[in-house]
Nanobody, 122 residues
Framework: QVQLVESGGGLVQAGGSLRLSCAAS????????MGWFRQAPGKEREFVAA????????DYADSVKGRFTISRDNAKNTVYLQMNSLEPEDTAVYYC???????????????WGQGTQVTVSS
């Protein structure tokens, strides 16, 4: 079992930056691929970014490429999402997720956090 707790959300103006964190506890964090998803009001949850267990491979949704960066610190059991050049369309609840490998974390994660709200004002 893996428990995930997100933090770092908030209100920011368009063009600004935020860094989300996801702290993990439970089974060996370093053995899991990690991902970030988001869900805007009235829309389905969508994939944002993923990172392999060792940080060697990353994947991004086209809508965030070049603006968002996913990283992890296995010593701190934490995964991060650095979000730059934020746009009002990025407004959503952001969720952290974990799975045994990158393919599964993108498509069907095993574990989810409770989410953190990000609001970007125009």
């Amino acid at each position: 079992q893996v428990q995930l707790v997100e933090s770092g959300g908030g209100l920011v103006q368009a063009g600004g930056s935020l860094r989300l964190s996801c702290a993990a506890s439970g089974r060996a964090f370093s053995s899991y691929a990690m991902g970030w998803f988001r869900q805007a009001p009235g829309k389905e949850r969508e994939f944002v970014a993923a990172i392999s267990w060792d940080g060697g491979n990353t994947d991004y949704a086209d809508s965030v490429k070049g603006r968002f960066t996913i990283s992890r610190d296995n010593a701190k059991n934490t995964v991060y999402l650095q979000m730059n050049s934020l746009e009002p369309e990025d407004t959503a609840v952001y969720y952290c997720a974990a799975a045994p490998n990158t393919i599964v974390v993108v498509t069907r994660p095993n574990y989810w956090g409770q989410g953190t709200q990000v609001t970007v004002s125009s």
